[in-house]
């Protein structure tokens, strides 16, 4: 189903109980039991709904083409071919929107059928299927409700979120708050006219009520339903993560309520500590580095270290999630290892354009849009020579976070007078946020006999390991 999209959710057990009650069949709808006329096997309703919510794989409350393939080719993959699940869909889909919703799926499983009908066989076949899923199958994630907002990890962060959004607390999500949270969310850099385009698209196809007049709003519900296929997407979840709530909470908490609270502080502040139970204040000295670090102490570790004015390498030991972390991050990027690539394997980059390329990155990184951002340099599990680069163009002493002022900057003209003077203001608050990060997936004794000649002040930097056990 389409992240953007509106998402109805599956009947719960009493929904499906009455519809069953409804069906032309009269009370609980069955199939005659087989010898009755050669008809199939008798199914009833409730046995339909456990069934329609196993093979519904992502909680959405229909069944995909695809996902019926999933379920009826581990049954019987001769059988069951592309074509003629194509031919199944086509004939249990009522209303040809290319999904089986539960109606549809019980009115076809439990509804009349006539020895002469076409697709009796296939009928029987499916109710064969059906066999395979326990009698007392799991409902999906959602304590019945078929859908995984309403775990209760997940309801609970979905109402932390939306509180934020919600600005004037009326249960209400107004188009203004909903781009307000979003370019807080996202960082206004990165929150353009494109991106707020594309937000009121989703707004207005996620369902949003009232009149262009009187203000258009989403209710709390429709949001819920419409954000968490949304975070599930961003966080790249397949259909089986999607129905995990542990997994779907944390992709909410690492993508949608870390940033928001980060950029309120106000509403995060009624969740603050009492005073005696305040966390420690920062320490007035550097921690020796080297240091080991668990992956999640990442982020803080390399605030603290830039509030020492220094720049940072971060030596992941081949974690991936390192690289995954920095890619979510709003910075300037250096991607050495494609450096490599262009240089000296397919030979379509020369070292002038190559230190064009870095410094324009430097420059971005410098004054983007009258802000700085991190600079970071991906060497991921190379030993790319960046000392060989520096130069004029390449300032060797960017590397030294000591070193490179503003003063220094100017001159060597990587923003004009009008810069200047921006940065120098509030006690130089934006320049504070320009520094360099490095991350290699080396370890420490690699990242000291392979990087030490060629990263430029290497003996000046924050070294960061992160600790593999840190990562399950």
Known sequence: TRALGRRWPAPSAPQRAAEAAAMPRGKTPTRPKAGEGGKAPAVDAERVGRVFQAWDLNGDGFIMAEELASVLKKVDGKLWTDRKIGSLVAAVDRNKDGKIDYREFVAWVCGPSKPEDKDQKDRKAIIAAMATVPAEAPAAPGAGSGRVEDSPEVDGLLARIFALYDQDGDERLERL??????????????????????????????????????????????????????????????????????????????????????????????????PDEAAPA????????????????????????????????????????????????????????????????????????????????????????????????????????????????????????????????????FFDDGHKFGLEVEDGKKWKEFYVVISSTFDLEMAQKSLSNVIPSFDKLAVLIVDPASIA
């Open 282 to 413: 920062a320490p007035k000295e550097p921690p020796a580095y080297p240091l080991t670090i668990p992956f999640t102490e990442l982020k803080d570790r390399l605030v603290e270290a830039i509030s020492f004015n220094k720049n940072v390498l971060v030596l992941s030991s081949g974690l991936g999630e390192v690289e995954t972390f920095f890619n979510y991050q709003m910075t300037s990027h250096v991607d050495c290892k494609e450096l490599i690539g262009e240089m000296f394997v397919r030979k379509t980059m020369t070292k002038e354009e190559a230190q064009d390329r870095v410094r324009s990155a430097m420059t971005k990184a410098m004054n983007s849009n009258g802000f700085c951002k991190p600079l970071w340099f991906r060497f991921a599990n190379t030993a790319f020579d960046l000392a060989s680069l520096c130069g004029e163009t390449v300032p060797a002493e960017v590397f030294d976070k000591e070193a490179w002022t503003i003063d220094a900057a100017y001159r060597k003209g």
């Open 177 to 274: 708050e909903l781009l307000e949270g979003e370019e807080k969310r996202r960082g206004r850099l990165d929150f353009g006219p494109k991106q707020r385009k594309e937000v009121i698209e989703w707004f207005k196809s996620s369902g949003a009520e009232g009149s262009v007049a009187d203000g258009l709003f989403l209710s709390r519900e429709k949001w819920r339903a419409a954000v968490v296929p949304l975070a599930c997407e961003a966080g790249g979840l397949d259909d089986e993560a999607r129905r995990d709530p542990a997994q779907v909470a944390r992709c909410l908490a690492d993508r949608w309520l870390a940033p928001l609270e980060a950029a309120m502080p106000k509403k995060a502040a009624a969740a603050a500590p009492a």
